[in-house]
């Protein structure tokens, strides 16, 4: 048989193991509270068993790690990464997105609907392993999945297919790591914009929170104490008060007003001392 495993990690830095549709692990974080989750599902602690109940509701409702994952949706936030890359994607400023998806590894993505429905509910992907059915509605929706055999997460080689196919602004989601770096560095020609959209921050040291904002063009605040702290001293745009968005570049600035005017809202700010009232904790 052929193995179905997949690693996930979320709500903090929790692991989660999905096999066959099942949990099969779940770790411990020392964050205990999100105020996303906290305004979403009343919940004040996430505990083991709120871990449990989140995830498998996430496989019950749109089949996360199974053959029967749901990849086009609409908005569920108003601004998460997701919902940037959409509205960029549907204005024209992006014209792919190299993405990555439980199932299916990583994916260069064209369709709006499809960047939502594989970002918009899964937390950071560890590892994966390929769903056959997964691939076929990726690919029947004009998605190019990276390595349809082993379901392979790396967003480098990604990238170089979506130049293959003659993108020219082309967005990247990643997790961090190194790779970020050779992302920014790769050679590319002189009508080529890459943008670098780094999610799932949580227990990044300082190091790698300035490499982070260094590279990136738009990093996502999670749970992370380093990305809180670097933020706090060099004070990029933002939006948000829960868990921010931070700015990186003014490309990146650019796409988060552009999500931020659609949908009516004030665009990003340089509001410091920001508003921590309401923060997750304990930052990671």
């Keep these: 048989m052929v193995e179905d495993k997949h690693v996930i990690e979320t709500l903090g830095k929790v692991k989660v193991v999905i096999e066959n549709g099942e949990i099969t692990e779940v770790g411990s974080s020392d964050m205990k509270y999100c105020p996303m989750f906290h305004a979403m599902h009343k919940v004040d602690e996430l505990n083991e068993e709120f871990i449990r109940k989140n995830i498998n509701f996430r496989i019950k409702d749109f089949g996360m790690c199974t053959p029967d994952r749901v990849i086009e949706m609409d908005d569920l936030v108003t601004v998460g990464i997701s919902e940037i890359l959409k509205t960029n994607m549907e ?10 998806c439980d199932g299916a590894g990583t994916v260069i993505m064209t369709n709006p609907r499809v960047v939502q429905g594989v970002g918009g509910r899964v937390s950071g992907l560890i590892s994966t392993t390929p769903i056959p059915e997964v691939i076929k509605n990726l690919e029947e929706k004009d998605s190019i999945v990276l390595n349809p055999e082993t379901a392979e997460l790396n967003q480098l080689e990604g990238l170089k297919i979506a130049l293959s196919k003659g993108y020219k ?7 961090p790591s ?8 790769y050679p590319l020609d002189d009508d080529v914009n890459v943008y670098i959209f780094v999610a799932h921050t949580t227990g990044v040291n300082a190091e790698e929170a300035e490499m982070l904002f260094e590279y990136g063009d738009i990093v996502t605040a999670c ?5 809180s702290r670097y933020a706090d001293e060099h004070q990029p745009y933002y939006y948000g008060t829960k868990v921010p968005i931070f700015c990186a570049t003014e490309d990146g600035k650019r796409f988060l007003d552009n999500r931020l005017e659609k949908i009516n809202k004030p665009l990003s700010t340089k ?10 904790h304990e930052l990671i």
């Design 178 to 185: 190194p790779m970020i770096k050779e992302l920014r560095e």
């Design 169 to 175: 602004n082309i967005a990247i989601t990643v997790i």
């Design 271 to 280: 509001d410091y001392p920001r508003d921590k009232s309401d923060s997750p």
């Design 91 to 100: 204005n024209g400023s992006i014209d792919c997105v190299v993405g990555a």
């Design 223 to 227: 749970a992370s104490k380093e990305v």
